[in-house]
């Protein structure tokens, strides 16, 4: 299970952390990613770590958002600033997760989504 928290509503350049946390029995945890939901949009790919810490990022927030990763915690987060009202959307985090040290390959878990709301 992924939950998901931090969104809000911010002012256009504002600041938001989101953070995701997995819990329940985890056996190891590879990428950890976030994505995005706009009204009417399809959902796309922010940005992504995986467990050595190399990160990606969608162009329309580079230099903008900062994903990060605490391994002890299971925990990913997202640092967002400079936010503009383009990035009004549902935040969904997903793990890539084995649960057992018995499953074969690892399995997308998702977050419930949380909503960050931009003002102009």
């Known amino acids: 299970q992924l939950q998901a928290s931090g969104g809000g509503l911010v002012q256009a350049g504002g600041s938001l952390r989101l953070s995701c946390a997995a819990s329940g029995s985890i056996f190891s945890i590879n990428a950890m990613d976030w994505y995005r939901q706009a009204p009417g949009k399809q959902r796309e790919l922010v940005a992504t770590?995986?467990?050595?810490?190399?990160?990606n990022y969608a162009d329309s927030v580079k230099g903008r958002f900062t994903i990060s990763r605490d391994n002890a915690k299971n925990t990913v987060y997202l640092q967002m600033n400079s936010l503009s009202p383009e990035d009004t959307a549902v935040y969904y985090c997903?793990?890539?997760?084995?649960?057992?040290?018995?499953?074969?390959?690892?399995?997308?878990?998702w977050g419930q989504g949380t909503l960050v709301t931009v003002s102009s």
């Open positions: 997903k793990g890539q997760i084995k649960r057992y040290r018995y499953e074969f390959s690892f399995r997308d878990y």
């Open positions: 770590a995986d467990r050595g810490g190399s990160t």
